[in-house]
């Protein structure tokens, strides 16, 4: 996946232990990486329409699904984090690392690549892995009542 | 003599015979003897059977001899072989001769011997078994060899060893049933090669001298053969499983190894590293598993798992396994499952059904966010209906049914991609069943009245079915005619009716008056009829009076026929007498009094309607105004407020000679249809309204003071009497004369809205009479008692004329109650 090269935090308790930012920013990454490859799927499905039709109206949907979220963690990214540029100095706390990270230019060429089966994998894992910590980090803003 | 010694052996027999009888005991039975045997040529060994013992302890002693000499010898050891048995040893051992042995047995009755047996010791022989077999396989070269290995037979003798035996072996596999045999000569080993690897096999052997019998066969001796030394084969990785999102546990399937031992190992790598690793934990989750604890999982990568099992003879890998532990959480089910019946709003109970999620599963950091689902189904039911929860661990069941029994399971499984978890343990709900009383008496209750209602209706039917009908549905009244006199009638003389109507030829009528009653006339002379008058121009009216009045028994002392005539007619009672001025409802209530009295078939002493107020006064009669007793029955009291004299009821006793008028009462008509108890006496009232309306006034003829109308005022159909006063109470007390001067009574009041009470002559009134209030006080009984005595009444009720039915007229005189 050409996702596979981000530092994610690969348990409970390493996404339990970064700060929230971090994990906004993890989450917010893994979203941007998946917006050209989605496109591109998008497209390419659209041209040659061997799927049937719901797939490819799921595709879309799943497309939407992704642009928005993506939109909805960068508003809480904007706010929890104080700086609105994109290209941001991020530096993992558990892994020590600092990295220069854009989002997700340098990834798309990789995204070609992929075949389709590996495409779908690799987003069916991202997107189990944006769920997670998702949740892990909405019960961390709102420890309510299903946390 | 001879009997003598007969009959002393008979006696004998018997005593022995008794004595064998009483004790049960006898001689022995006869021993047999079972076998002879000899080991090795140089001793033997016999054994006997006993025979029956007869009840005491038996000898047994063994003789023999040898053929060829005369003398019997005693078994010289009883012992070493054993009880019943004798040993001959090698000093009484001789191979050559042949023995004749006897076996013994003696008690104290008797003895018996068994048949004498030849034994030769060179037939007889036959050594023991072998012993000590032992084998051992030995595979080498994929060839598998059995080695046997025994001992000859161990004698009682020790010193003789030298015995040279010959043996033979069998074996076969344990599940067959046929033997192989082999001969093995006089070694004491043997090497089996054709043998089948993994077979079990059991090995026998035997031994024989030169001469004699093969000895019996060894015990088993049994051993397995192992199989061919193989490497195992390939074992098989059955599941991967997270409880918990944390941790995760495979589980392999061993393989069959061919006798040897096989350990497993499991081997793994995770994607995009190239490093093997092995299992971290192979005893926490049981026999041939693999568990991963925390530090060793890592989620969102592919691990790539193998188990190798090795043998002696190599070792076999496994197909590679994949799995990302993301995809194989199956949690626990879910725990602290509690039911709650709660109540709704509308007192209808529901459950509410609550648990938690199990107790590895982190959900409160979000980590693991389960999903749970239901499954209920009424305990007798089959299928199990299934309800999807979500994320809530809570469940509200408002469809079940009071009084039933369910069952519900809970399971759950993660949110993403995952697996079902087992479901909880069976939990049973019943719902009490809400059994209020409240309705259960609400419904009680209504069944009760109804019933009853029920029963009280069909009742009512049944006793007054014709009343009923009647009521439902009137009778057809037939036409009443004016001025027809049922007296007419009665005595046939239809065409004086006739032309008293001015029609001729008309059929007489029925009596039911239909017509309109203004007044009642109350005549104070001697015929003392009633005679209604009409509004109607009746000029006949007149005529017919004149014509009933000679008609008619004037009210006389003798004339007391005059009631039961009246009361012939008992039909159409009330409105016979009475004319009263309807209105015009009041029409429909008089004819249906009409037609009420019609129906009925009373006789006249049951007429209530009758009421008469009789004034009486014969001069031959004593106390004139003598009223039966029945005349409470018969009072009418008019509620005299016009009535300014005091009006007195009073019977005019000084003047015997005078005829007091007599005061007629008016007939009540038909009460309502209620009373209809006749048995009682007759209650006949008659609502006497004082015409208190000026315009009623034109019948409050001063002159006719005594007029009794019958007005009726209301629609309640109760005739009313209105009182004409006469100014001049003319009245003659003239008994028998039948003059045509009416007498008139006056009414002076009214009781109890219905009883009538009549005004004596006032001239002759001297005897003071307790006026009661106007009507409203209750009758009192008192006071009309004591008027009984001095007021009119009739007589009996049964000469009260009740029905009078469409004449016009009363006679008073009808009413004179019988002084006599």
Redesign the interface.
Known sequence: CHTSGMLTPNGKEYAQKIPREELTHVILKLLQAWKEPLSHFNQYIEHHQELPDDSLSKAKQISNMVRELKTGVEKIWNSTAQRSDTSVVFCSSIFKVCCMCSTGLSISNEANMMSDSDFIHCFRRDSNKVQSYLKILKCRIMPENSC | MKQRFISSVQIMLQLALTTVGLTGQSYPGKPQIVRCRSQEKETFSCWWKPGSDGGLPNNYTLFYRKDSEEKIYECPDYLTSGPNSCYFDKNHTNPWTTYIITVTATNEIGSNSSDPQHVDVTSIVQPDAPVNLSLETNTSANLSYLWAKWSPPSLADASSNSHVYRYELRLKPEEKEEWETVSVGMQTHYEVSSLKAGVKYVVQVRCMLDLGEWSEWSSERSIQISKEQLPPEKPVIIKCRSPE??TFTCWWKPASDGGLLTKHTLFYSKE?EEKVYECPDYKTAGPNSCYFD?KH?????IYNITVRATNEMGSNVSDPHYV?V?YIVQPDPPVNITLELKKSIKRKPYLVLTWSPPPLA??????L?LEYELQLKPEEGEEWETIFVG?QTHCKMFSLNPGKRYIVQIHCKPD??GLWSEWSPEMYIEIPTDFRVKDMVVWIIVGVLSSLICLIMSWIMIMKGYRMMAFILPPVPGPKIKGIDTHLLEAGKSEELLSALGCHGFPPTSDCEELLIEYLEVEDSEDQQLMPRHDTPSKNTKIMLKETDSDSGRGSCDSPSFLPVKCRESRSLPSVDVRAKEKKGGKASWDTRCTASEQKTLPCESIKTCTWLAAQLPSNQAAMFAYHSTVEAFKITLNTTNVNNSPVLVGNEENRQSLYPIAETVYDVVEKVREMEYAKTDQTTVQVRQNEHSNKSPFLNPKLMDYVEVHKVRQDEKPTVLLKHKENSGKTKKCTVPGTSKEYTKVSTVVDHHILVLLPDQRSQNTPESQEPVAETSRNPQQSQAEKNTSYSTTTPSDSRRDASGSDYMDPSSFMPSFK
């Open positions: 999102k944390e995009g925390k999982t890592s989620f969102w990568t990302d993301t982190d959900v409160r950091s979000g980590w966010t994320q993403h991609h």
